[in-house]
């Protein structure tokens, strides 16, 4: 990320979601239906300053991922997020984001209108699959998401954790684990990582490990590590922390949909893989097949 890319994206931590409101409002009271929003002209001609073009920056890289994380929501889940589920996932803070970041999609001739939308809700009523996983933009990248996971060899990985030191899948040999991929604030990780202190209190002793890959480096939001540590300390989270690489990220599927969990048995294959948040009697469920195989 480049340097003044990276400060603007820090002076928006500590200004609120004014610029962000900004934005999002104008892009509400100009986005028409079939004119593609062009982000150079934005950025030359209405947004100029760093901040700005900060906040564009990162809704044109959420544009993309947006048709991903659809597919993979509903291909895992037999359910089609809402609005706010979406919001949740991508971070939109302003209300109405998620609404007209998929007008835009809409007006926008490279993207198929793979989905259906009710016009007095905006809420999503259907979604054409097959549509986008043949679509020459997304569909390799769709078959590497939406891959069936169970019963195969979870990827191998490097990452750094909180501390600084490297953890990798070679410390993870002959045990069962889980590997969760998450990120900071994210509604349903927030959920779910406690039920998983929970699980490690339990299962620790008896060989159960947990490696929390955090995704906010990959999707560039701007926390620190401070940040990061006063979540552990306050869950008193003692399973392995650590930074979610984009080789990982790339490894596993391109990952899209948070938190995403692939439930590892002694030898190495991947038993159980959700994604969004599971009950506490669904994830020991995970934890127990992931040990008796």
């Not at 939308?117 to 996983?133: F, K, Y």
């Not at 540590?229 to 399973?239: N, P, Q, R, S, T």
Request: aromatic share 10%; hydrophobic share 40%.
């Amino acid at each position: 990320m480049n340097a003044w890319l990276a400060a603007a994206l820090m002076a928006l931590l500590f200004q609120g979601n004014d610029i962000e409101t900004r934005v999002i409002e104008y892009l509400k009271d100009n986005v028409q239906p079939g004119r593609q929003v062009v982000v150079s002209e934005l950025a030359n001609e209405v947004f100029k300053t760093p901040e700005e073009r900060a906040i564009l920056s990162s809704l044109y890289n959420k544009f993309f991922k947006i048709p991903l994380f659809l597919v993979q929501y509903m291909s895992s889940t037999e359910k089609i997020p809402t609005l706010q589920e979406i919001a949740e996932q991508f971070n939109f803070r302003v209300d109405g984001e998620a609404d007209v970041i998929l007008r835009i999609m809409e007006a926008d001739p490279r993207i198929p209108r793979f989905f259906e939308r009710n016009s007095s809700t905006g809420e999503i009523t259907s979604i054409n699959v097959e549509m986008i996983r043949t679509h020459p933009l997304f569909g390799r990248e769709i078959e590497r998401t939406i891959a069936g996971w169970e019963g195969k060899a979870i990827p191998q990985f490097s990452i750094e954790q909180y501390d600084g030191t490297t953890v990798t899948s070679q410390h993870m040999t002959g045990k069962p684990h889980l590997v969760y991929i998450w990120f900071t604030n994210c509604p349903p990780c927030v959920r779910t990582s406690p039920l998983l202190v929970e699980l490690h209190t339990k299962y620790a002793d008896k060989g159960f490990e947990i490696v929390a890959a955090n995704a906010d480096r990959v999707l560039e939001l701007p926390y620190d590590n401070l940040v990061r540590a006063d979540y552990v300390e306050k869950l008193g989270i003692e399973f392995t922390t650590a930074h979610l690489s984009q080789d990982m990220q790339k490894a596993y599927g391109g990952v899209s949909v948070f938190p995403t969990m692939f439930f590892v048995d002694r030898n190495g294959v991947v038993v159980k893989h959700f994604v969004n948040f599971q009950g506490k009697e669904t994830l020991e469920d995970a934890v127990q097949t992931a040990m008796q195989k």
